[in-house]
């Protein structure tokens, strides 16, 4: 795919969306750690149901250790993998209060340091809650990414690097969220709503459901 059809596509995304931004309900930085943390493998409106009854009774460091892991799991147990999650929860926010005095830190490898912190939770939580250009890179991102030609790679990281080299800077920050949302909602993984895509024919799957 040229640079051309990649700044058309992100420029009918911005168009049709022009502030896009993560469908998990959060205020802070540490909300939206604790979200991201138990939003693997698990869907936003599972994690949104279980943190509208949590954030009111922890929504820091403190206050999370403070109600304790066990109550946490009895919040969290309708999210899959609730109880390694809920671990990895704990542990983090002993690490704020300890490394960072409580404070989300804005840098890659301190997020990464922490318990549940990959690279794809610590580039969302750099983008969405710090506004760095970083592009955060799951299931509908990669599909969406080889699908269409914009960046194909064989793994996830090989895909973000070459979202960042082919993404046009102006649209870097939104770019993930903008690709979450198109693989989410009409670049599905079994039956791509093609006839109803906006980039359809820009798009370079040799597949297309017309």
């Known amino acids: 795919m040229n640079s051309a059809k990649r700044r058309e596509i992100f420029t009918r995304f911005r168009a049709a969306k022009p502030h896009p931004k993560t469908e998990l309900e959060y205020r802070t930085p540490f909300e ?3 979200a991201v943390v138990l939003s693997a493998q698990a869907t936003d409106v599972s994690v949104n149901a279980a943190t509208k009854i949590l954030f009111p009774v922890a929504n ?6 403070d109600l ?3 109550k946490l799991r009895e919040h969290v147990q309708r999210i899959g993998l609730y109880q390694t999650k809920s671990r990895h929860i704990m542990q983090a926010s002993r690490l704020l209060l300890e490394k960072h005095g409580g404070a989300v830190p804005q840098t890659r490898e301190e997020l990464e340091a922490l318990p549940g912190v990959g690279r794809k939770t610590a580039n969302v939580i750099l983008n969405t809650a710090f506004g760095q250009p970083t592009i955060a890179v799951d299931t509908h991102v990669f599909r969406v990414a080889n699908r269409t030609g914009i960046a194909p790679g064989k793994d996830v990281l090989e895909v ?3 979202l960042l080299k082919f993404v046009p800077d102006e649209f870097k920050h939104d770019a993930h969220h903008w690709l979450i949302l198109h693989g989410r909602y009409v670049c599905q993984a079994r039956k791509p709503k093609c006839p109803q895509c906006l980039i359809s024919d820009l798009c370079e799957y040799q597949e297309k459901a017309l």
């Not at 820091?60 to 250790?65: H, I």
């Open 32 to 34: 939206l750690l604790v």
């Open 60 to 65: 820091t460091p403190q206050a999370m250790l």
């Open 68 to 70: 304790g892991e066990e």
């Open 160 to 162: 973000e690097h070459k």
